[in-house]
């Protein structure tokens, strides 16, 4: 069954230091998603993809962050800078269409320290 | 600005009973609602998704259920095992790229 791919699936990262979280949405899906969970928190909306543009952000997405789809399988979520309050389970997630059922990876723990 | 609600928290029973998990949402304004499952430190299955036009959706022993003009979904879980312990979300779209998620409910089924 086609599954939504992640990597790495923990990664620990100093304080200030840049991380790229790489995604390998399910192979005929257009949409590409971020979202994130802080520990013991919901999971929140983080950026849209589609088209090689991003279609929606919230206001947590600040200039800090980036998403690039650099070629035909992968996205990529980039954090500049990270702060302690960045540690969280990041998701991505893809769907076939717009309103679509969202398919979720099994995430990456960022762990700033 | 969307808020969803999951009621209780937590819930353990024993194996076999049938349990009811509760989702609510301030905006009817929805296309659609998905039910995930989470188990500890993992990634989120999709169990079901159901339209805002649909008042059930089944899937084995799953059962859900929307009514949107109320903001109330849930799920309905049958002759539950302990393999089906896990947290349970529910998330609403309201945009065309966003779901907004609830805190979940915790399910325990004891053997």
């Known amino acids: 069954e086609p599954e939504v791919t992640q990597t790495p699936s923990h990664q620990v990262t100093q304080m200030g230091q840049e991380v790229i979280l790489r995604c390998v949405p399910i192979?005929?899906?257009?949409?590409f998603y971020w979202y994130r969970q802080i520990l013991g928190q919901k999971v929140e909306f983080l950026v849209s993809?589609?088209?090689?543009?991003?279609?929606?952000k919230s206001e947590i997405f600040d200039d800090q962050f980036s998403v690039e789809r650099p070629d035909g399988s992968n996205f990529t979520l980039k954090i500049r800078s990270t702060k302690l309050e960045d540690s969280a389970m990041y998701f991505c997630?893809?769907?076939?269409?717009?309103?679509?059922?969202?398919?979720f990876g099994q995430g990456t723990r960022l762990t700033v320290v | 600005k969307q808020e969803v609600t999951q009621i209780p928290a937590a819930l353990s029973v024993p194996e076999g009973e049938n349990l009811v998990l509760n989702c609510s949402f301030t905006?009817?304004?929805?296309?659609?609602l998905q039910w995930f499952r989470q188990d500890p430190g993992k990634g989120l299955t999709s169990l079901l998704l159901?339209?805002?036009?649909?008042r059930e959706q089944t899937s084995g022993r799953l059962n859900a259920s929307l009514d949107k003009s109320s903001g109330r979904s849930t799920l309905y879980i049958a002759a539950s095992q302990p393999g089906d312990s896990a947290t349970y979300l529910c998330a609403v779209r309201t945009g065309a790229n966003n779901l907004f998620f609830g805190t979940g409910t915790r399910l325990t089924v004891i053997p």
């Open positions: 192979s005929n899906h257009l949409y």
């Open positions: 993809f589609y088209n090689n543009e991003i279609s929606e």
């Open positions: 905006d009817s304004a929805i296309y659609n």
């Open positions: 997630a893809s769907s076939q269409a717009a309103l679509g059922e969202a398919f």
């Open positions: 159901i339209q805002s036009s649909q």
